[in-house]
């Protein structure tokens, strides 16, 4: 056992020192040695876990997916309402590229441009991340919190296409400095086109078709009488 646990230890800690490496050299720049030695170990210790560089390249979402899956999870189980719940995912998704902005730039500059990575299991595991999107947004169909017809798959891909272009603006220009400064003004831009309407509102005129003042005489009006000559 404590066997074991020394070996997934050394095997975080690759995978840490390879997406600092990556981060900063990017992938092609990029050598068994260079991440071997920002770990700490050799490259044959490397190869132990790793067939090669494009693996330890693509194993470095999987392990965070899994785990941030299950903490968003855990914490949406004591949140009420489908507009909560979404504020607490978008919040988790900013929060954690703040807090970890190698990470943010190996997936957002490299992983999303390299076509291979969509075909293993690891991209899988990110996806199942991104259903609990889908997931809060039916939920919010089903209660009447959301519209009736809203697909929930061309909602998610507003809400992550946003998120990843704010992030990649703040990996390549440092603006904006704190994505959590964003967290509540896209939760409300979106809950306000995903929200179901309440009627709509109407005008409520009331017309005076009466004159004002005294009604007028049927009457002729009097003409002037002559002056006597």
Known sequence: MAVQRKSTIRKEKILK??????????????????????????????????TSKEELLFSIPGETARK????????????????????????????????????????????????KFLETKVYQDVREMSRLIVHVINEGVASGEFKPHIDPYLARSMILGTIEHMVIRSILLGKPQNLLDFVDPLTDLLVDGLNRERGAMGWNLKINLEPQGEPPSDKPAPQPKAKAK
């Open 17 to 50: 020192a390879a997406e600092r490496i990556f981060a900063q050299k990017g992938f092609q720049e990029t050598t068994i040695s260079d991440v071997a030695q920002e770990a700490g170990v050799s490259d044959a210790t490397i190869y132990e876990y790793f």
């Open 68 to 115: 941030g899956k299950e903490v968003i999870e855990l914490n949406l189980k004591y949140i009420r309402g489908a507009a909560n719940k979404l504020r607490a995912v978008i919040y988790h998704y900013l929060e954690f590229y703040q807090r970890e902005p190698d990470y943010a730039s190996v997936a957002m500059l490299i992983l999303k441009q390299n076509r």
